[in-house]
């Protein structure tokens, strides 16, 4: 093979290379930009009268509550503090015309309180289910977690989002239509040292969150695993919000905005632009990627505790 056929053929490869990436920044542009222009959010209160969400007296799920209390849906807090539901459920009472109930269970023994759940939501109209309960402790090594640790976090990441939608789907099924809104984590998409039981539960539930939205794509119903990064709450002990670290109430704000358009989507601009980035920077200097990963957790651990 002559010198010239061996330069036309890296240059076709080479072309081949750069297309593949521009293709994969005109998609970002699309899903980011294009699609929303066509295709409108849900309205969440055309789904049914109540939302249920879990996790909800802090954080994330506390924002989620108010934000569906605007819109005029009613709502089932489900959460272990009774004291901190008490005032939640006074809360939005008093500021918004809905009505609100209350379930106290500890999500580290969900299936005790299994049957609890399911009678608590009994005969009610729901439309919504946001799995928002979570547990991380910390930023440890994996070694430094006790099992007790360990196993509550399986019980609270993952078995409380599956039993909660196996109690609610069956009624959205029915009905042909509704929401289930999975909280999941930034930390199913990247490799996250010192977060590891916490990625692996997290990225379950997006591998069940997709495969539940295929199972049941011919009933109606909506199903999208939300994946953000780091956001200023108790749950991350990070208390300085920035342009990459949103509030509760700006993240909730723009994932709201996203259901029914996206599938698996960060819920915020720059957390989908950092996933982006990093996806690109893996396949084509992994090394950096690794290193970058690594240094923001390690940052994040030095400064907010282990």
């Given at each position: 093979m002559s010198g010239s056929?061996?330069?036309?053929?890296?240059?076709?490869?080479?072309g081949l290379y750069l297309l593949y990436y521009v293709f994969r920044i005109l998609k970002f542009i699309y899903v980011m930009w294009i699609m929303p222009i066509w295709k409108n959010p849900i309205d969440l209160k055309s789904t049914g009268e109540w939302a249920v969400i879990t996790g909800c007296t802090d954080g994330i799920g506390r924002e989620f509550a108010f934000q569906l209390a605007q819109k005029g849906m009613n709502l089932?807090?489900?959460?272990r503090s009774e004291i901190k539901l008490e005032e939640l459920q006074s809360c939005l009472c008093n500021k918004y015309d809905i009505r609100v109930r209350t379930i106290a269970?500890?999500?580290t023994n969900i299936s005790n309180s299994y049957q609890t759940?399911?009678?608590?939501?009994?005969g009610l109209d729901i439309g919504v289910l946001i799995n928002n309960v979570g547990m991380l402790n910390g930023y440890k090594l994996f070694?430094?977690?006790?099992?007790?640790?360990?196993?509550?976090?399986?019980?609270v990441n993952v078995k409380g989002t599956v039993l909660m939608t196996s109690i609610i789907l069956p009624q959205l099924v029915q009905k042909k239509k509704g929401v289930i809104i999975n909280i999941g984590s930034y930390s199913s998409l990247v490799h996250t040292p010192h977060m590891v039981c916490y990625g692996a539960t997290k990225t379950f539930i997006l591998k069940f969150s997709e495969d539940l939205r295929r199972e049941y794509a011919n009933c109606g119903i909506t199903i999208q695993c939300q994946t953000p990064s780091f956001i200023a709450t108790k749950l991350s002990r990070i208390d300085r919000p920035s342009i990459f670290v949103p509030?509760?109430?700006?993240?909730?704000?723009?994932?709201?905005?996203?259901?029914?358009i996206h599938d698996v989507t960060c819920g915020y601009f720059t957390h989908d632009l950092l996933i982006a980035l990093h996806t690109i920077?893996?396949?084509?200097?992994?090394f950096v990627s690794?290193?970058?990963?690594?240094?923001?957790?390690?940052?994040?651990?030095?400064?907010y505790g282990h």
């Amino acid at each position: 093979m002559s010198g010239s056929n061996i330069y036309c053929i890296l240059e076709v490869l080479l072309g081949l290379y750069l297309l593949y990436y521009v293709f994969r920044i005109l998609k970002f542009i699309y899903v980011m930009w294009i699609m929303p222009i066509w295709k409108n959010p849900i309205d969440l209160k055309s789904t049914g009268e109540w939302a249920v969400i879990t996790g909800c007296t802090d954080g994330i799920g506390r924002e989620f509550a108010f934000q569906l209390a605007q819109k005029g849906m009613n709502l089932v807090l489900v959460s272990r503090s009774e004291i901190k539901l008490e005032e939640l459920q006074s809360c939005l009472c008093n500021k918004y015309d809905i009505r609100v109930r209350t379930i106290a269970i500890d999500f580290t023994n969900i299936s005790n309180s299994y049957q609890t759940v399911g009678e608590h939501l009994e005969g009610l109209d729901i439309g919504v289910l946001i799995n928002n309960v979570g547990m991380l402790n910390g930023y440890k090594l994996f070694l430094q977690d006790d099992y007790k640790v360990m196993n509550d976090m399986v019980e609270v990441n993952v078995k409380g989002t599956v039993l909660m939608t196996s109690i609610i789907l069956p009624q959205l099924v029915q009905k042909k239509k509704g929401v289930i809104i999975n909280i999941g984590s930034y930390s199913s998409l990247v490799h996250t040292p010192h977060m590891v039981c916490y990625g692996a539960t997290k990225t379950f539930i997006l591998k069940f969150s997709e495969d539940l939205r295929r199972e049941y794509a011919n009933c109606g119903i909506t199903i999208q695993c939300q994946t953000p990064s780091f956001i200023a709450t108790k749950l991350s002990r990070i208390d300085r919000p920035s342009i990459f670290v949103p509030t509760s109430e700006k993240y909730v704000a723009s994932a709201m905005n996203t259901i029914g358009i996206h599938d698996v989507t960060c819920g915020y601009f720059t957390h989908d632009l950092l996933i982006a980035l990093h996806t690109i920077g893996s396949e084509t200097l992994p090394f950096v990627s690794k290193y970058l990963t690594a240094k923001t957790i390690s940052t994040v651990r030095e400064k907010y505790g282990h």
